[in-house]
């Protein structure tokens, strides 16, 4: 089962894998992306589609954080969220 073009739930029905590769991310049932790899940047890093200046909207720090596959470095994850939220918001696939 693939969950979108990068990640897919592996032959043991609950890990998540990246699908390039297949390095192991996370548990579908608690945190699918756990092992991958974040960074957090300036929001104008995600390049020309961020123009304006967080600034001038929002009074909090707005950051740009990205999950990565740990062997291939591909992204799984892109998000623009005040800096003060937690980390990426996790998703899980299974209740
Ligand atoms: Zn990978």
Redesign the pocket.
């Known amino acids: 089962m693939n969950f979108d073009d990068?990640i897919m739930l592996a032959d043991d029905g609950v890990s998540t894998i990246?699908?390039?590769?297949?390095?192991r991310l996370g548990d579908a049932r608690t945190n699918a992306l756990e092992h991958a790899l974040g960074s957090e940047q300036e929001s104008s890093e995600l390049g020309p589609g961020i123009r304006a200046d967080p600034k001038l909207f929002a009074d909090r720090k707005i950051v740009l954080r990205q999950l990565f596959?740990?062997?291939?470095?591909?992204v799984l994850a892109t998000e623009v969220v005040p800096q003060d939220e937690g980390r990426l918001r996790g998703w899980k696939v299974f209740s």
């Open positions: 990068n990246c699908s390039h590769c297949s390095e596959c740990p062997k291939c470095l591909t």
